[in-house]
């Protein structure tokens, strides 16, 4: 089993709402991340979890909080998101956090689209 | 100046060409990966090298340390090849990425 598996696909929710973005993976992997992909824009880093271990927040707004419960499964909770946050949600595995030596290929989901009214 | 930058920014070509996409980098790297992306979609990990060139298919990946360049080469390309192809280097945690090449493969 090589995939990555998010839920939901698409997501709408307004301002006020709690929702949560899942995501799992069945590779042994101990890197999890979250990306966010504006449309026609790279994806840019937002969390990355190593054994379950929060290890890197680019600076991401409180409003974001992910959560890894254990190493197969990692969320994303929602809370008062803008607008401007509607994006694709990509979450992405590694067998282990690499900063430098190469050796970390990335798994990708298909991605959760996020709608924000 | 990007610190990855990819050539052409966008290629039409019609089925069966064969279709070379160009990466540059000017930082220091371990990895280099080419990705895959179909619209509206997940990404898909094409190739992830450091040296030399690989080999999957139709898709080949060469990579020149020295000169910090890269080109995936698709060989008879197809309609379902057409997506965005994005060049990525760095290790898995910090990967800086390039803006992408859409690429079109008419039948």
């Given amino acids: 089993d ?74 994303l909770h929602l809370h008062a998101l803008q607008p401007e946050d509607s994006a694709l949600y990509l979450c992405a595995s590694s067998q282990d956090r690499s900063r430098d030596q190469g050796s970390g290929e990335l798994f990708f989901g298909e991605g959760s689209r996020l709608t924000v009214l | 100046k990007n610190e990855v930058e990819q050539s052409p920014q966008n290629l039409t070509a019609q089925e069966g060409e064969f279709i070379t996409i160009n990466c540059s980098y000017s930082v220091g790297i371990s990895a280099l990966h080419w990705l895959q992306q179909h619209p509206g979609g997940g990404i898909v990990s094409l190739f992830m090298l450091s040296s030399g ?41 910090k990967l800086v990425f390039g803006k992408g090449m859409k690429l079109t493969v008419n039948p």
């Avoid at chain 1, 696909?9 to 999890?32: I, P, Y």
């Fill in chain 1, 2 to 75: 090589t995939e990555v598996t998010q839920t939901p696909k698409h997501l709408v929710m307004g301002m006020t709402n709690k929702k949560s973005l899942k995501c799992e993976q069945h590779m042994g992997h101990r890197a999890m991340y979250w990306y966010k992909q504006k449309a026609k824009k790279p994806p840019e880093l937002m969390f990355v979890y190593s054994y379950e271990k929060l290890s890197i927040n680019e600076s991401v707004p409180s409003r974001f909080s992910p959560e890894c419960p254990n190493s197969s499964l990692l969320n």
């Fill in chain 2, 53 to 93: 060139k690989k080999k999957h298919g139709r898709l080949i990946a060469t990579i020149n340390i020295q000169e910090k360049h890269s080109s995936l080469h698709i060989t008879a390309s197809h309609p379902r090849d057409s997506a965005v192809y994005i060049c990525a280097v760095g290790g898995s945690e």
